[in-house]
């Protein structure tokens, strides 16, 4: 059996968990919105036309942030559309994803269904096809309290109150050909800038993320960053940093492996951001906001293909991927990394959050909702997650894949929530065979009890859930046990699990 050792001591700590880092994102996609959130004909609709059931399984995910309406679909998004009476809403054709935009649900809707969850929203504006005053009137018609046009147009819209939207993205993957408006670096970074001074001149109180590069993979990283943030550095609170994850070698040991390209693009990204800083003199750190993040390979290149022969559908089903219990293992690795960078990463999105590559999913045409593998770790994040990131030194055995050297089999952060008095301890086994054996030292506290394990395995790593199918789930597991200040327990091979201790 594989054995590794982690030490957890209060005092060695990497930063307090920002909350936020527990966001999503809905983009009007394929049946994100249309037939994902909002179905009005379904049983559980209600007066707007959103699933209640849906939201039923978003609320225990307490997400605080939604970033909308895109993505790829901002950068050609008329927001006036969106606004005013639905049926003087036009019907337009959406160049990103070559689908029908009914526009039936626009940022009034939205605000609506993001307060029924909890949760904020994170507005992006359209850097692709318009600019500035575009970018202006929006944040006029959402956060100007009355007395001008775009206020006033909110008002008699039925919104009385300003929602005060306080992060907001300057554009989406403005560095991708792909996207509607695509720039180079220097091109967005003085639009970025300029849109940014004048959006703070209407609202002083909002945060703005530029965008960073769409994956690491890019060959424009990092130079983007460099010449974006040479130009916007004193005037944006957060960075973006996008990355999708797949099994794309079809080697299940590289798969695994894959959360250390997390590492190194976030790492990369900071270097980045303080050689900039350097640069400037500068006194701020730049914080950095994950805003897409997730896997997304099962469904790729046939939605492209799909779309290319039968585009300006309305609703159909893009992006769908399907997810397995060794997505779920990777994603826990993922959102690990995350967690590690809790003192620069301060906001991150799950994307996306209902049917495109998603926790959430629905049957077409308005049937069962459902839960992915992957809804399960980010729910016991966002359950036990919070408190403050401790530096936990690790000791692991490691491997060798394709693609990668000196694997650890152990991916594993600790979070101490000292209110509570209880420390988390979430943790992967990468290995495909054995059994792990973890060992954790708690000596820096006077006592220490074990609430639960709690795992998510099984013996085929490619099982999925399914409506009304849900193969795999979290159980709560025996073995583990805390003698002598020293925590024991076995993780299977390929697991995702969370360890809780109450302390003192
Ligand atoms: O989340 C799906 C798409 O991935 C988004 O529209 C885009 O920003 C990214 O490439």
């Known amino acids: 059996m594989l054995k590794a050792t982690m030490h957890i001591d209060p005092s060695f700590q990497v930063a307090p968990v920002d ?68 049926e003087s809403r036009p019907v337009r054709l959406d160049r990103a994803w070559r689908t029908l935009e009914t526009n039936q649900v626009g940022p009034n809707e939205f605000a609506v269904w993001c307060k029924d969850i909890g949760a904020q929203m994170m507005m992006a504006v359209n850097l692709g096809t318009r600019g500035i005053d575009d970018a202006c009137n929006l944040v006029e018609y959402c956060n100007h309290p009355s007395g001008s046009l775009y206020s006033n147009l909110r008002i008699s819209h039925g919104v009385k109150e300003p929602y005060g939207i306080k992060v907001w993205c300057l554009g989406n993957e403005m560095d991708g050909p792909w996207q509607v408006g695509h720039k180079t670096a220097d091109e967005y970074g003085r639009l970025a800038l300029e849109t ?37 550095y004193e005037d944006v609170d957060f960075l973006s940093i996008h990355q999708y994850l797949g099994d794309t070698t079809h080697d299940l040991k590289d798969f695994l492996a894959k959360s250390l390209t997390t590492e190194y693009f976030i790492r990369s990204v900071l270097a980045t951001c303080d050689y900039v800083k350097a640069q400037k003199r500068s006194k701020k750190d730049m914080m950095l906001s994950f805003d897409e993040w997730n896997l997304w390979y099962h469904s790729v290149g046939g939605d492209e293909a799909y779309m290319k022969k039968t585009p300006w559908q309305y609703a159909p089903s893009l992006v769908e991927d399907i997810y397995t219990m060794a997505d779920a293992a990777v994603f826990g690795t993922m959102l690990i990394t995350i967690l590690k960078h809790a003192d620069r990463v301060k906001i991150a999105c799950l994307a996306q959050l209902v049917n495109v590559i998603a926790p959430i999913m629905t049957v077409p045409g308005g049937g069962e909702a459902w839960l992915q593998t992957i809804y399960y770790p980010f729910l016991h994040a966002t359950q036990y997650g919070h408190g403050t990131v401790l530096y936990t030194p690790a000791k692991s055995p490691k491997y060798d894949s394709k693609n990668f050297t000196d694997v650890p089999y152990l991916e594993s952060v600790a979070v101490y929530n000292e209110e509570a008095g209880e420390v988390t301890v979430f943790a992967v086994n990468r290995s495909t065979e054995e ?70």
């Open 19 to 86: 909350d936020r880092v527990y966001s999503s994102f809905i983009e009007h996609l394929g049946r994100a919105v249309y037939d994902g959130i909002y179905c009005p004909d379904h049983s559980t609709a209600d007066a707007l036309g959103f699933r209640q059931d849906v939201k039923d399984l978003i609320r225990p995910l307490h997400i605080p942030l939604i970033r909308y309406p895109g993505g790829n679909f901002v950068s050609g998004y008329r927001w006036e559309d969106g606004v005013g009476p639905r």
């Open 196 to 232: 940014a001074r004048a959006m703070r001149k209407i609202d002083d109180k909002i945060q703005l993320v530029a965008s960073g590069s769409s994956f690491p993979e890019m060959p424009t990283f990092p130079d983007w960053e460099a010449t974006v943030l040479g130009h916007v």
């Open 435 to 504: 059994s792990l054996e973890l060992e954790v030292q708690l000596n820096a506290f006077s006592s220490c009890e074990l609430i639960e394990h709690i795992a998510m395995s099984h013996e085929d790593h490619t099982i999925v859930n399914g409506p009304s199918a849900a193969r795999v789930q979290p159980r709560k597991v025996s073995g583990a046990q805390v003698q002598d200040k020293t925590l024991t327990a076995q993780l299977s091979p390929i697991s995702w699990n969370v360890l809780r201790l109450k302390v003192k």
